[in-house]
């Protein structure tokens, strides 16, 4: 029988069979990259903090791994949860407890070294932290606005030579540009980097996760997330082609000759002239 920590570095998916995961299996394979990477980096043991746990389906590999040494799972489980791809929904009635009783099911967990904190980093402090974690992973709120206070909470809490990474980088896209040009202009050592299927890392200082295996080959695999992103929203071209075909159509010549379309399409964009 294989270890955990082989199981981990062959990024064996079934160590996510007790906990369903909001992710795709790629997305899984580069969540056992990373934290096989991180016991490498790290010399054997390190630290982790996780925002947005939900049930703890991306716990499972860290809560068995005795290489992750402490947790922090900050989340907390608000009513509603706003969402840029839609309205939003309601995940309280999943609680810590049920995530503890959760993560205890996962084969060889330890979940003591679990620390859940039931607040957002809006109102938490780099000090109220039992720990400086080495390792970051933000899958909380899915707006630019939340995920830009958690990538910033972060790297005030974290150990300067350390990383994070964002699940679901194809839907807030926008927060990860703003943060990578704040990080620019600060003059901060860092290289970032995506991860099929959407999976967004950030290392800064000595930090150098792609040198170890399965990483480095995995990282390989990147065009993976490209092209899942591109598909992923592809909704909003079909939605866009689709706008113009009606605005076109001959039941619209009225509505052209009164000017109308040609203001619809400046409010919505389109009505600059190609030069």
């Known amino acids: 029988m294989p270890t955990i920590q082989e199981q981990i570095d062959q990024q064996d998916l079934s160590l996510f069979k007790t906990i369903e995961s909001q992710s795709s299996e790629d997305d899984r394979r580069s969540f056992l990259a990373l ?16 925002i947005g746990s939900f049930k703890g389906g991306s716990l499972q590999s860290y809560v068995a791994d005795p290489g992750c040494t402490k947790i922090i799972s900050i989340d907390p489980r608000p009513k509603f949860v706003p969402d840029a791809r839609e309205k939003g929904g309601d995940y309280s009635h999943v ?3 049920h995530m503890l009783d959760l993560l205890a099911k996962v084969p060889g967990a330890d979940v003591k070294k679990v620390m859940p904190i039931e ?3 809006e109102s938490l402090k780099p000090a109220d932290l ?3 974690p080495d390792f970051c992973f933000i899958d909380g709120e ?4 939340a995920m830009l206070r958690d990538a910033r909470f972060c790297l005030s809490a974290m150990a300067p ?11 807030i896209y926008l927060g990860l540009d703003a ?10 050592e860092f ?15 000595k930090c150098r996760l792609s040198q170890f295996e399965p990483m480095r080959s995995w990282r390989d695999q990147n065009y993976k997330g490209y092209l899942y992103a591109l598909v992923r929203n592809d909704v909003f071209r079909t939605t866009a082609r689709e706008y113009w075909r009606i605005a076109e159509h001959p039941a619209f010549k009225l509505p052209h000759k009164l000017g109308l379309v040609k203001v619809a399409k400046k409010i919505m964009g389109g009505g600059k002239k190609k030069k």
């Open 95 to 97: 609680t810590t407890q």
């Open 179 to 188: 943060l990578i040009h704040e990080l620019q202009a600060s003059g901060r």
């Open 130 to 132: 039992p720990f400086k």
């Open 35 to 50: 934290n096989s990477a991180f016991r490498q980096w790290k010399g054997g043991k390190f630290t982790f903090l996780e």
């Open 142 to 145: 899915h707006t630019d606005t």
């Open 161 to 171: 030579d350390s990383a994070m990474a964002f699940h679901d980088g194809d839907i």
């Open 191 to 205: 290289r970032a980097y995506n991860l099929p299927s959407s999976v967004f890392v950030i290392e800064f200082g």
């Open 119 to 121: 607040k957002g980093t």
